[in-house]
């Protein structure tokens, strides 16, 4: 077992990547230690099931490892684009899940009672997440309700705007509007984490 | 799409709620260069991987690091070498900027000769112009279909709406349609209790008419009013005795109906227990009727009918006890002259 990292997941450095790159199997694992505690709680979030969940984070980890330089720092910071692959590949599972019938089962809170005894007093939490996480959790609460509702319902659950339209049973040009507004004031409200280089 | 649609575009595109068409439209755009569109994008992306940070936070199995570290390959891939990658169910949001940030120089470990690299390097340039080419055509084609889909949706909107208003309309027209039936239904119904009060108020004429041609005489004055219409009515003068000088009377009999009037006047008042009694007297007297004279009475009026009044000549009033007798047992106060 490594040790837990006390780096921040928001502030990992691009050059651990580069690491990664050229095949450092250590940098990897620190990787690893900052990113897969934020990636599990992304993938759970979306399939609802923590072993899907587990079964995602391996596929994106290895295809993270194979294609790791394809990422580029023009793109975005290292945690974007793990965050982007994740939600991606989450999504397509929740998609093939759906075209097969599959609906989540209660192994949400089955998995969730086997995972208690991992938590433990957040050693993998570092105050800049703590803040950044208590920053973003306030920024997403003071959005007005429906354009919160309508933007988990695209980014979380991959609907389009034209699926959360009929789901919702609004017009579509509503739903556009609370997204557009949602994500505008997020980004106003959340400019200045990456402006001041906190996710550099 | 206009530059403007595209642009408001790029926020629904970071959170992952566009549709494939619109998502290649815009995709398309940014290959184009679009540096705005660009900047705008990379602040929504942002925005976007920051959102499961807010999250409260799970962490994974303890195990799964274990089977990731010994799953991966030896070492990574560099992008160029890993071309048999299955075809993606959906293009990731992101993805497009690998077109235009060409991917970072993978390891140098490559073995190859330095011309069989600059051969392959030629290739994948020329390869990647003509695919850079196609797909740009091919998202320009993209665009006009989706133009034109748009166009499409727009009219199909508008005639939706058309289509409900007409609907609406319609069913205003068969609201007013139906008031107008209950309204109809109405005052025929109105006219049916018209009619029908009308009749029961021409009955109620009639029965009243009937009622009043039916009506018997029962005051003095009906009485007197019947009698002075009825001719060939007999008449018979009563006058007082000594025991009521004063006294007068004027008796009529009217053989058809078999009635009796005697007008009397100045009779004394009845004593307890008395009444008068009229008497037809031929061989012998007959009782007629009787009738009280109350205190401060003057003038009484005497109807009752006989059934047989036996040509009798002579016509008293006696006093008798209450209720009458058979024979005459008190003094007369009134007697006929004949």
């Known amino acids: 077992m490594d040790k837990p990292s006390r780096h921040a997941t928001s502030m990992i450095d691009p050059t651990l990547l580069a690491r990664v790159v050229k095949g450092d199997q250590q940098a990897f694992s620190q990787l690893y230690d900052h990113s897969s505690t934020l990636l599990f709680t992304l993938a759970v979030r979306i399939l609802e099931n923590h072993e899907e969940a587990a079964e995602l984070l391996q596929d994106v980890y290895l295809e993270v490892w194979r294609k790791v330089s394809r990422y580029d720092v023009g793109r975005g910071t290292p945690v974007a684009w793990l965050v982007t692959l994740t939600k991606s590949r989450a999504?397509?599972?929740?998609?093939?899940?759906?075209?097969?019938?599959?609906?989540?089962?209660?192994?949400?809170?089955?998995?969730?009672?086997?995972?208690?005894?991992?938590?433990?007093p957040s050693p993998f939490e570092t105050q800049a997440d703590q803040e950044l996480r208590i920053a973003v959790g306030a920024a997403v609460a003071g959005l007005p309700q429906a354009q919160q509702q309508a933007i988990e319902l695209a980014y979380?659950?991959?609907?389009?705007?034209?699926?959360?339209a009929t789901r919702l049973n609004q017009p579509l040009g509503t739903i556009k509007t609370r997204i557009k507004l949602g994500m505008s004031k997020l980004r106003d409200g959340l400019q200045q984490w990456w402006n001041h280089g906190e996710l550099q | 799409m206009t530059h403007e649609e595209l642009e408001e575009s790029v926020p629904l595109y970071a959170a992952g709620a566009l549709d494939r068409i619109e998502r290649q439209a815009l995709e398309a755009h940014l290959l184009s260069g679009c540096a705005s569109c660009h900047s705008a994008l990379k602040d929504y992306q942002s925005v976007a991987a920051l959102l499961p940070l807010g999250l409260s936070p799970t962490k994974p199995p303890r195990s799964l690091k274990a089977t990731i570290m010994a799953g991966r390959n030896p070492a990574p891939i560099p992008a160029e070498a890993a071309p048999n990658e299955p075809a993606r169910p959906s293009l990731e949001p992101g993805e497009w900027?690998?077109?235009?940030?060409?991917?970072?120089?993978?390891?140098?470990?490559?073995?190859l000769p330095w011309a069989l690299g600059v051969a392959a390097l030629l290739i994948v340039t020329v390869g990647g112009y003509f695919a850079w080419n196609m797909s740009t055509q091919r998202s320009i084609d993209t665009s006009n279909i989706k133009k034109l889909e748009a166009l499409i949706q727009e009219k199909s909107t508008k005639l939706a709406g058309l289509q409900r208003e007409v609907g609406d309309q319609a069913n205003v027209v068969a609201e007013l349609r139906n008031e107008m039936l209950q309204r109809t239904n109405e005052a025929t119904e109105a006219k049916k209790q018209l009619a029908q009060r009308e009749a029961e108020l021409e009955e109620i004429r009639i029965q009243l008419s009937q009622r009043e041609s039916a009506h018997t005489v029962r005051t003095p004055q009906d009485e007197l009013a019947s009698l002075l219409r009825i001719p060939n009515v007999k008449a018979v003068s009563l006058t007082g005795s000594d025991m009521a000088k004063r006294a007068a009377g004027f008796l009529l009999y009217d053989s058809q109906t078999q009635k009796v009037w005697l007008y009397s006047v100045n009779l004394p008042e009845c004593p307890a227990a008395t009444t008068y009694q009229l008497w037809a007297i031929r061989d012998k007297p007959m009782s007629i009727g009787i009738f009280h004279m109350d205190r401060g009475e003057t003038a009484h009026l005497l109807v009752t009918k006989v059934p047989s009044f036996m040509n009798a000549k002579t016509f008293a009033v006696s006093l008798e006890p209450s209720g009458g007798r058979p024979q005459p047992t008190g003094p007369m106060y009134l007697l006929s002259r004949s």
């Open chain 1, 156 to 164: 979380y659950e991959g609907l389009s705007h034209a699926e959360i």
């Open chain 1, 91 to 120: 999504i397509d599972r929740l998609r093939a899940r759906a075209a097969r019938g599959y609906r989540a089962t209660s192994s949400l809170e089955a998995g969730t009672a086997a995972l208690v005894a991992d938590l433990g």
């Open chain 2, 97 to 111: 900027m690998n077109h235009v940030f060409p991917p970072v120089a993978p390891a140098r470990s490559l073995s």
